[in-house]
């Protein structure tokens, strides 16, 4: 074989192996891993109205799970979900609708009123953040098992739980999960990913949707 | 014609067959497939499923490791979306010809107070003679339904047709190592989900 025909041959693959490696190194696209089917639910929210996983189908979704006589406990991460509705405006996630979705454990106490001064404690607005609960075996279903989200009553009646903050897309995809960090550092890191789930959202389609796919191929991951 | 002129028309022709047969044939192979579903990387196996088929065996998401199954929650009394969609699985099953053997389509009822396993296996059935229909008690598809990502709830129906069910449409694909790899929309065609299918048949 010539060097010639040696050369042709070899080049191409040549620049498709270095067009790969740059991409992995330099990650010119970043997308948030796909890490899991979220859980499908039915519950009752604050308007004393039935929330579904299919009535926010199209919607990105931040998820977290607590109750209402929580107190100091669920504080930093009350404060985390109220920040980021309020700087909603920093993440540009174009036409898709983002919204707020806590769901209480506390399936005995947390009925329709009492969330609904829950969330008025917390300056929610309802049109964008519910408060949910459901029937005990539903939610425990829903949190532990497909939200993989701790929980357990204590004696007393009050709850051992792990904050747990959970971003969802409009496919029922989970995309983002953030454990054990309550701190203000938690509202920067949602934004930012939310950010990038809206342009995710907004770029991936057509040719595109193949640079998004060896985004996840090659794991670029903020 | 010249013996130069023949040979350049004879090299324009092998040219020409070359660069169509390598547009049909050779680019497909290496073209990137994009999928009419949303792609899950999850490096856990798809949820714990556990039902009862018609002829009273258990049927385990585990039985059918080294196929692809397509896993949808629908019920017999179901008035359009689910002959819709198993009209479009069947579809897609005949568009895979052989490779079909390699996927096992299954209907997960959400109705198991009237689906009964025999009734359910012929409604399953008269859309794809290798359709499966799986119920078990209310609890348990409740359990499992949740973790595929479904929702489903009794709803008001006409006095003739009783209660109808509100339940989630979409289509899940879990790959043959048992990873739950796709969903898709109610919108996918019967082509798209074939398409979609093929990709994890490999």
């Known amino acids: 074989m010539s060097r010639k025909v040696i050369i042709r041959s070899v080049v191409p693959v040549a620049l498709i192996i270095v067009a790969a490696l740059a991409f992995a190194i330099f990650e010119p696209i970043q997308v948030l891993p796909r890490i899991r089917l979220a859980p499908g639910y039915l519950l009752t929210d604050q308007a004393a109205a039935t929330l579904t996983s299919e009535d926010v189908r199209g919607d990105i979704v931040l998820y977290n799970f607590g109750y209402s006589g929580c107190g100091d406990d669920c504080a930093a991460m009350n404060q985390t979900m109220v920040d980021i509705q309020g700087r909603l405006d920093e993440a540009d996630v174009g036409d898709t609708d983002v919204r707020f979705v806590t769901i209480s454990f506390d399936t005995a106490t947390d009925k329709p009123p009492v969330l609904q001064e829950y969330a008025a404690t917390l300056d929610a607005d309802p049109k964008q953040w519910s408060f949910a609960s459901g029937e005990p075996d539903h939610i425990a279903n829903v949190v532990k098992a497909g939200f993989e989200a701790y929980y357990e009553e204590r004696d007393d009646g009050s709850f051992t739980f792990d904050p747990v903050f959970v971003l969802v897309d409009g496919w029922g995809v989970i995309r983002g999960e953030y454990r054990y960090q309550t701190n203000a550092s938690d509202t920067d890191k949602i934004l930012h990913h939310l950010d990038i789930l809206g342009e995710e959202i907004r770029n991936a389609n057509g040719a595109a949707t193949l640079a998004y796919e060896a985004a996840h191929f090659f794991l670029c991951y903020p | 014609m010249t013996v130069v002129q023949r040979r350049i028309a004879l090299g324009l ?95 997960v009822s959400v109705d198991p107070a009237r689906d009964t396993p025999e009734l359910l296996a012929e409604y399953v059935t008269h859309f794809h003679p290798d359709f499966l229909g799986i119920t078990g008690d209310e609890a348990t598809v409740n359990r499992i339904a949740t973790l595929y990502g479904v929702f489903y709830q009794k709803s008001d129906g006409t006095e003739a047709s009783g209660y109808t069910i509100d339940h989630t449409s979409t289509v899940i694909l879990v790959d043959r190592e048992g990873y739950l790899k796709l969903v898709l929309p109610f919108e996918g065609t019967a082509e798209q989900i074939a398409a979609d299918i093929d990709y994890f048949i490999g």
């Open chain 2, 13 to 107: 022709v092998v040219t020409l067959i070359g660069a169509l047969f390598a547009w049909f044939f050779v680019l497909p192979r290496f073209r990137p497939h994009i999928f009419a579903g949303a792609v899950i990387q999850s490096t856990q196996k798809a949820p714990r499923l556990e039902l009862q088929a018609s002829d009273g065996t258990t049927v385990r998401m585990t039985d059918f490791e080294g196929k692809v199954v397509v896993v949808y929650f629908g019920y017999t009394f179901c008035p359009d979306v689910c002959p819709a969609t198993l009209s479009k699985l069947a579809s897609a099953v005949e568009i895979l010809g052989e490779e079909a053997e390699d996927v096992q389509v299954m209907m």
